[in-house]
T-cell receptor, first 119, second 115 residues
Framework: EAQVTQNPRYLITVTGKKLTVTCSQN?????MSWYRQDPGLGLRQIYY???????DKGDVPEGYKVSRKEKRNFPLILESPSPNQTSLYFC??????????????????FGEGSRLTVL | GDSVTQMEGPVTLSEEAFLTINCTYT??????LFWYVQYPGEGLQLLLK?????DKGSNKGFEATYRKETTSFHLEKGSVQVSDSAVYFC??????????????FGQGTTLQVKP
């Protein structure tokens, strides 16, 4: 079954304690991205990756890191979490059509979400 | 920058009522437009999409038409069911020169359908 898998689904942690949210997709997608969802703000992109070893900042990257060492995995790292990072996080992946600068992404497939609370 | 504005919710309807959720956008270039649906406790799923002006996307009885002249992509369904209760997100793709592959989302509209 084609899917995007995130772990953990729920996590309560304390300020400053490093954590990683894993994301894995089994669709051989080149493009992967992280979003956070907050009430009244919709979804905002944190980081994205066009392919292995290619990552870039989205709209709200502060306080987050990512890596893309393998095509299927795109972990989100919070080095020193703070309460304003309490949110619902979604990983997403997509195929990519075209090449280089003019490549476009197709439909985004989302994981089920990871609800993070930072105390 | 590009943006999407949706009508505020929640929208509460009785079963079999007609649904409209308004969505307008601001964009440079020629974005693709999407409606995603989020059922309770789940991730977002693509409901329908349109890639150019005057295209109509449709799926599961839902429809939306890409109207460039009014910069709108309103979601409609003729007869809603209780199972349609969910949060609906309008989105546009960043297919311009920045090419981030990003989807820009509206804030979401909660639909509650009562039996």
């Amino acid at each position: 079954e084609a899917q995007v898998t995130q772990n953990p689904r729920y996590l309560i942690t304390v300020t400053g304690k490093k954590l990683t949210v894993t994301c894995s997709q089994n669709m051989n997608h080149e493009y992967m991205s992280w979003y956070r969802q907050d009430p009244g703000l919709g979804l905002r992109q944190i980081y994205y990756s066009m392919n292995v070893e290619v990552t870039d900042k989205g709209d709200v990257p502060e306080g987050y890191k990512v890596s893309r060492k393998e095509k299927r995995n795109f972990p989100l790292i919070l080095e020193s979490p703070s309460p304003n990072q309490t949110s619902l996080y979604f990983c997403a992946s997509s195929t990519k059509t075209g090449t280089g600068k003019f490549a476009n992404t197709g439909e985004l497939f989302f994981g089920e979400g990871s609800r993070l609370t930072v105390l | 920058g590009d943006s999407v504005t949706q009508m505020e919710g929640p929208v509460t309807l009785s079963e079999e009522a007609f649904l409209t959720i308004n969505c307008t956008y601001t964009a440079t270039g020629y974005p693709s437009l999407f409606w995603y649906v989020q059922y309770p406790g789940e991730g977002l799923q693509l409901l329908l999409k349109a890639t150019k002006a005057d295209d109509k996307g449709s799926n599961k009885g839902f429809e939306a038409t890409y109207r460039k002249e009014t910069t709108s992509f309103h979601l409609e369904k003729g007869s809603v069911q209780v199972s349609d209760s969910a949060v609906y997100f309008c989105a546009l793709s960043d297919n311009g020169s920045s090419n981030t592959g990003k989807l820009i989302f509206g804030q979401g509209t909660t639909l509650q359908v009562k039996p």
